[in-house]
């Protein structure tokens, strides 16, 4: 039986390859990330290891926080003289980390205090403060 780097891989399984469905595959292809192989007369497309390789670069860089922009000027990058501008693209994505992080710290220590509110009410028919503090906090 042939390896996969002989055969080429077929969408459906370059796609189980990587870990993602053939839509995914689809959608990287019109978006310009991930080549579409030329369809042989009467025959499937073939994928190579090449492109295994960078769908997997793809799915790494998304799970790092990269919009698919990002990624395609990572892709671009590639050339072996772009280390400067890559960094700074991830120096980018890493400040934009950070301020999620410190976002997601107001939002922790804000759902604290309304879920310590609610305890401390106790039972009864008293109006629940979290709910009143949805209602009545202006939006920040």
Not at 63 to 71: K, M, N, Q
């Amino acid at each position: 039986m042939a390896r996969h780097g002989d055969e080429g891989y077929t969408i459906g399984r370059l796609a189980r390859a990587a870990g993602v469905g053939v839509e995914t595959v689809r959608y990287y292809q019109r978006r310009g990330l991930l080549r579409e192989p030329p369809r042989p007369p009467g025959g499937v497309r073939r994928y190579g290891a090449p492109d295994l390789a960078r769908l997997r670069f793809i799915r790494r860089a998304q799970a790092l926080g990269f919009t698919l922009r990002e990624v395609a000027e990572l892709l671009a990058l590639d050339d072996g003289t772009g280390c400067v501008r890559a960094r700074r693209v991830a120096e980018a994505r890493l400040e934009d980390v950070r301020r999620r992080i410190r976002a997601l710290r107001r939002m922790e220590r804000a759902l604290a205090e309304l879920v310590a509110a609610c305890a401390a009410q106790g039972r009864g028919r008293a109006r629940c403060p979290l709910i009143a503090s949805l209602q009545e906090r202006p939006d920040r």
